[in-house]
């Protein structure tokens, strides 16, 4: 797309997706040094949140981490607040991601560990002042600001690379592993990959998609994205209902293979992210060939389907996966006449905190 463009350029959703790439340039990675370094004592965190503050900037970080030297240092695990209710985190670390600050599952989760006096959580929000950071022990304030869009777009790039740079500050006090160096990514070259991502994903999100391609999602019954539990795909998922209005779907792995094309018809579409090579031929032959169903990938590497392809970047590759998708629900919303600012029903904060 090209933000110049005034069709584009009067929806405050697209300005944002744009801002996120500013957010990379300038973003410190240092500044979760003492944070990286407490969790990694700790050895055990949770990462919570509620929405897009959760999906893809925590998925994402455990994805990395489990292909990294760091695999067997640190138990992380995610869950929504609600849940973690239910748990014992005496002597776990906890990190809440919350764009407003105020959301209400975050806040009781908070309440409920001050009450135990809890001393290893931390907040990352976007708001100054709020509700989530006097309750943590430390609060991570995002340059962001406030999204004037529902869809969050630009916390979640910020809050993901918060993430990352914990990940890359964690690794400064851990020798790398020999049985990962063909997967580990070292911090030098985490940084410099990085320095790349802000001109790869702007060409991304300025690209325009065929015609043919938008119509499929615009038509679509259902849209189902598939891929890796790296909430690239879920996160998808989600900004298509927020972004598009059309039922969404997240199908984890190789879900696709398990039986749902029982569901499927030739009205929905499936958009594959980063599809697994290896089954590229048999869901070709099963979704496309035999049962009619279109499938749409976005990818690195050539597939059978129609395939918005983009560049590989080590460590960012699920950054400029959801940078692809972001283009693709905006291109559809607006061929069917949605305004990506102002659905009618989803709010701005979903569930926030009631006194």
Known sequence: MDISNSQYNQYSLVCEMFDSLK????????????????ILQCGKVLLTGEGSSRIFPAKNFIYQLRKSSLNDKLNVITEGCEQ???????????????????????VRLYQKLRQRNHRQNFAITAAKNSLIGDLAKETFVLSCGA???VAAT?????QALTY??????MKKFVPINPRFSNADIDNDDLELQRQKLPELGKKILDDNYNTNLITQISNASTLYFAGRNNGA???LALKATEITRKRSIYLEGTFLLHGVEEVMSENDVVVWVEPFEQE???????????????????????TPFPTIEIPSLNGYDQFLQIFAGW?????????????????????????????
């Open 147 to 149: 999204e004037k869009a």
């Open 84 to 106: 973690s209710l239910e748990y014992d985190l005496f002597d776990w670390c906890v990190v809440v991601s919350s764009n407003s600050g105020q959301t209400g599952e975050a």
């Open 280 to 302: 590229c031929k048999k869901i070709d032959e099963l979704f496309v060939k035999k049962h009619k169903i279109p499938v749409i990938a976005i990818s690195s590497f050539a």
């Open 327 to 355: 283009n693709l629900l905006v291109q559809a919303a607006l061929q069917l006449g949605v305004n990506p600012d102002k659905p009618t029903r989803a709010r701005k904060i979903g569930n926030e905190f009631e006194h």
């Open 23 to 38: 957010l990379i340039t300038k973003f410190d990675f240092n500044k979760t040094f003492e944070m990286a370094r407490i």
């Open 164 to 169: 990352i740079s914990v990940l890359h500050n």
């Open 233 to 235: 795909a879920e996160e």
């Open 154 to 158: 630009k916390s979640v790039i910020e």
